[in-house]
């Protein structure tokens, strides 16, 4: 086990990196333009990539020693953030104080590149679980990995609010740098064996995105477990365009950047429980309970302008995200041969991952142009007001609940189709 701890260690600095850049960039670009369509909209870009890129990142796991490929992530997230870092010292700063602006796009889109590297090591991770840890105990090592997710989301949240407020954006960047610099050393003296297993007749890396669906849909219920899973994700791109206007409405980004990072202990808390627990004799059932809790959540946690309420819930949301990911991992684990694990689970995240850049995309102007005028000064301030609030952040906060409703329904209906029947019996 100790290559895997190892490999571990390596992601928690290349996530920490990443996630840290990924939060700055949208937390400074949300006060210096006061835009939440452009927030919606990095949300949309970040998403959409990672949903198109799945696809054939997938295909590079499977086609290569999963060292070289997480070296290969870390050195396109390094290229990126220090192209960003010299895009914003040679342009003016008042570039970067509209919207509308071309080199704040130019700037945003590089450095949301170099986080979205990361994502190739995202999709190498279950695989190398598969390589190291035996299956008995692949429940409890997904469950290690969200405890490495976590931490990152946690030191991350920290000092990415910190760092926009008292430090700058550039001087982010060069952190960026030089926290990925780190994780390139270190993984360069890891040493990890294994044997490459590739399809004898699929000697190169394509996208081969018919002989995949093929594998899936040989696992009875597996495509409904994808497209479940993609509904969720489509509602959730609710809550990635807008909680960072919500809560930076709420606190100051100092505060609002700590919070985060005192929250993401929920991941730890989380990860360390599957880690030692596992996931029980049905991680289907699991996944699913754990699901039905977080919608009655996000009903709750908006309910009233409370930054204490947000906080609560928010906890208890990241504690069961570990726990809901460990199980759809453990599963794919169990019923897909090694040499396809890396292509279905690029393909379960493209598919999963491509609903919510339509719903972040989209529900910025929805946000903008109805649900905050609606609890503002249009009818929703004089009917929900006295009781539910009004303003900006009132506007938000009713569209938080009325998806969490929609969340809700959605999976008692799929708790009651064939496709999660057929998931109980095999895994």
């Known amino acids: 086990m100790k290559p895997f701890y190892a490999i571990l260690i390596n992601s928690i600095v290349a996530g920490i990196t990443n996630t840290f850049v990924w939060f700055a960039v949208t937390f400074w670009v949300y006060l210096e333009t006061r835009s939440v369509l452009a927030t919606s909209w990095m949300a949309g870009i970040y998403i959409g990539t990672v949903a198109v890129s799945g696809f054939y990142l997938g295909s590079l796991v499977d086609h290569y020693k999963k060292k070289q490929v997480m070296m290969l992530s870390s050195i396109g997230s390094l290229v990126c953030f220090a192209l960003a870092g010299g895009v914003y010292a040679i342009t003016p700063p008042e570039a970067f104080r509209h919207a509308g602006s071309p080199m704040l796009w130019v700037f945003i889109v590089l450095a949301l590149m170099g986080a979205l590297s990361g994502n190739l090591r995202y999709i190498t991770l279950p695989t190398v679980v598969t390589i190291l840890v035996p299956e008995e105990k692949r429940d409890k090592a997904n469950g290690m990995v ?146 039905i809790v977080m919608w009655i959540i996000c009903i709750f946690f908006a309910l009233q302008a409370s930054i204490v309420l947000l906080a609560v819930g928010m906890f208890a949301y990241l504690c069961l995200i570990p726990v809901v990911e460990a199980a759809e991992q453990t599963i794919i684990q169990k019923v897909i041969p090694l040499e396809r694990q890396g292509r279905v689970f690029g393909f379960a995240q493209s598919i999963e991952q491509a609903a919510s850049p339509l719903t972040a995309i989209m529900i910025g102007p929805v946000a903008h142009f109805f649900f905050i005028p609606f609890m503002t000064t249009g009818q929703g301030a004089d009917i929900l007001g006295p009781w539910f609030g009004t303003g900006l952040d009132r506007g938000i906060a009713l569209l938080f609940t009325l998806t969490g409703f929609v969340g809700l329904m959605v999976t008692l209906i799929a708790k009651r189709t064939k496709a999660y029947s057929h998931l109980l019996k095999i895994a």
């Open 146 to 291: 969200g405890t490495a997710n976590g931490t990152a989301f946690l030191v991350a949240s920290v000092f990415s609010g910190l760092a926009i407020g008292l430090l700058g954006i550039f001087w982010t960047m060069a952190a960026a740098v030089c926290g990925t610099l780190l994780c390139i050393l270190h993984l360069w003296f890891v040493k990890m064996e294994e044997t490459l297993h590739v399809e004898s007749h699929d000697d190169k890396p394509r996208l081969d995105v018919k002989g995949t669906i093929r594998i899936v849909r040989q696992i009875p219920g597996l495509f409904g477990l994808i497209f479940f899973n993609t509904f969720n994700n489509f509602l959730g791109g609710v809550f990635m365009a807008l909680m960072d206007p919500y809560g930076l409405s709420l606190v100051s980004v100092e505060v609002w950047g700590t919070l985060w990072g005192v929250l993401s202990l929920g991941f730890i808390v989380g990860g360390i429980t599957i880690s030692k627990t596992g996931l029980g004799k049905q991680p289907v059932r699991t996944l699913f309970t754990c699901n």
